[in-house]
Every structure is written in structure tokens, then in C-alpha cells.
């Protein structure tokens, strides 16, 4: 008898490990996030600063700053996580390599000290968007490991653990991505 009282503990131990693991998991998860949403708060700060600066030196771009603007609006607002908030920021990131752009087009913007602390400052936290989303992609694949391998699964599924998706790009965001910006005048 003692030795059913033994094994019952230990599978009970065993049970609240694996649901601990989990929990840990997501939590991890949850902090990843919430280091994205950080860095993209201080991206969106910066952005405004950087497009005034950009507007004394070239009026005439207007199209390429009304970009960013909308860029930054549609990220700001799109409150969702996964795939249509990387689609969002992707889509800023984009509109931000156009601005830069401009700037090497304008000897005197290129100069200018608050344009180039402002784009230190954005290359900076860019920087640290990436190192947040790796961080956020590591803590997805160890918490999609654990709800898809045996016996974690069992417990992921009893207690309505659910994959996360990753922080990607999309197959027409990569194609782009590779690609320079073109600046025409």
C-alpha cells in the first residue's frame, strides 16, 4: 500500500510539473510580447520627430511622409498580436527605409544633427525590435514544442493551452524586404 501512495505522489508531482512547465511557457510568451510592444511604443514616439525633421528639408516628398504617417497609424491601431500585427509593423518598416532614403538624396537633411540622432535613435530601437522578436519567436517554439510532444500534449490539451503563432514575415513582405527601396522623383 505504501508503494501505490509513493507512485500516486510522484505521478502527481510529475502532473504538476508538466503543468507549471506550461504555464512558465506562456508566461514567457507573454513577456516577449509585451518587449515587442515596448520597442514598437518607443518606434512610434520617435516617428513623428523624424518625418518633422525630414519635412523642413523636403517638402516636395510628401507621397513618402503621408506613407509613414498612415504606416504608423495602421500599426498603432492594430491592437492584435501574431500575424496581422508583423504584418502592420512590416509594413512601417518599410515605409521607414523609403524615408531614409530621402535622406541620403539630401545633402543638407544628411547632415543635419537632429535627422541623424533621430535615425540613430530609430536604427537603435529597430535593433531592439529584432532582439524582442527572437526572443518572443524562442519563447513560441518552446511553448508550441511543449503542447505538441508527448506527454505535454495531454496536459496543453485538458487545460486549453494553445499554440502561438510566430512574429514573421510574409511571403510578400520577404520579397520586399530584399529588395532596396526605390526613390523616384
Sequence with gaps: MTIFYIILAAL???VIALYNGLVVARQRVREGWSDIETQLKRRYDLI????NTVKGYAAHEQGTL??????????MNNSGTGEGKAEAENMLTQSLKSLFALGENYPDLKANQNFLELQREL???E?????SRRFYNSMVLSLNTKIETFPSNLMAK???FAKEPFFELNDSEK???SQAPQVQF
Design 123 to 125: 536604427s537603435d530601437t
Design 158 to 160: 485538458t487545460f486549453g
Design 48 to 51: 513623428p520627430n523624424l518625418v
Design 12 to 14: 502527481a508531482v510529475y
Design 127 to 131: 535593433n531592439k525590435i529584432q532582439a
Design 66 to 75: 503621408e506613407k509613414v504617417v498612415a504606416a504608423r497609424s495602421a500599426a
Design 175 to 177: 520579397a520586399a524586404a
